[in-house]
């Protein structure tokens, strides 16, 4: 059994590095001011820890070399019980480490806030993001345009997103660009992110949402100001318009939605798909009170 486990964990080894060559590590592949300062984070959160998970596992392998059985050199404590200098060490290092992960993060916790506009010149580009079963729908109000799973904008330009969904909660991710926020039905969230260069990236939802939540992708594109302008043209020259009655069908749940353009948009569309479920727990609950007390009267 030995000789057999020998020979196949070298091959095991070598399957598993072909498969991690295929990886792609878009989190610290970061092309946005938020990314970057994401990737940042992660990495020095990792970089503190690691200076007790490392010594931790050397001294591991080093304890167990040292004390070994066959080691007759090693001196022997039975009746060992304490040490000052160890307690300082186990408890003094990680406390250090702890007080400085929390003075970053909260730190960063506040510059990084999603809410929070960038320091960036220039009007932003306000995208409405609405997330369904199970496609992306992305409304432009000041352009009065609307895609499906499609999303572009200039590069170098500040992008404001208002996030809602139409149904279940979905989390809306570019992983290239920055932290992933919900989309729940209701409320509106809010998250600020800029592409420091042209390209294309792949954008996600993070939260699982039913059977076609595989497929809930969508590809945000930055562009040049010349190259925005002529798809903004070509948007605005498409033959579809969309109404909220419209937006209602659209939402249907589907799979592997196609990329679709909107024309036009009905206005304050964004803020009707919220309306939908203002109020819908309180008129349940007097519902349910209405017909608790029908039931009463009739007892």
């Known amino acids: 059994m030995n000789i057999c486990w020998k020979r196949i964990r070298p091959a095991l080894a070598a399957l598993a590095c072909v498969g991690l060559a295929g990886c792609n590590w878009v989190l610290l592949d970061s ?7 994401q990737r940042d984070l992660i990495l020095i959160c990792i970089g503190l820890m690691l200076i007790v998970v490392i010594p931790a596992i050397v001294l591991t392998f080093v304890f167990a070399w040292r004390y070994r059985a066959g080691n007759t050199a090693a001196r022997y404590m039975p009746d060992w019980a304490h040490s000052t200098k160890v307690e300082v060490v186990v408890w003094g290092v990680p406390l250090i480490i702890i007080a400085v992960l929390a003075a970053i993060v909260w730190k960063s916790t506040h510059d990084l806030d999603p809410y929070k506009p960038l320091d960036i010149p ?4 306000h995208v ?4 369904t079963d199970w496609k992306w729908v992305f409304v432009y109000p000041d352009l009065g345009i609307a895609t499906v799973n499609q999303l572009n904008f200039p590069a170098k330009r500040q992008l404001a997103f208002d996030i809602t969904s139409n149904s279940t909660m979905n989390t809306f991710f570019i992983p290239q660009l920055g932290g992933q926020i919900y989309a729940m039905a209701g409320m509106r969230t809010q998250l600020h992110l800029v592409a420091n260069e042209p390209g294309e990236f792949r954008g996600m939802s993070g939260n699982y949402s039913g059977h076609g939540f595989s497929n809930m992708k969508f590809t945000a594109a930055a562009m040049t100001d010349s190259q925005f302008d002529a798809w903004v043209a070509e948007v605005r020259s498409a033959p579809e318009q969309l109404s909220f009655d419209a937006f209602k069908q659209l939402a249907a749940p589907s799979r592997k939605a196609p990329v679709r353009h909107f024309a036009s948009v009905e206005p304050l569309l964004f803020k009707k798909v919220i309306d939908q479920f203002i109020g819908v727990g309180e008129n349940t609950a007097a519902s349910s009170g209405h017909h608790a007390e029908t039931q009463a009267s009739q007892e």
Do not use: S
């Not at 409405?128 to 997330?131: F, L």
């Open 31 to 37: 092309k946005g001011d938020v990314g970057l300062a």
């Open 128 to 131: 409405e993001v609405i997330a």
């Open 122 to 125: 220039g009007e932003p580009l």
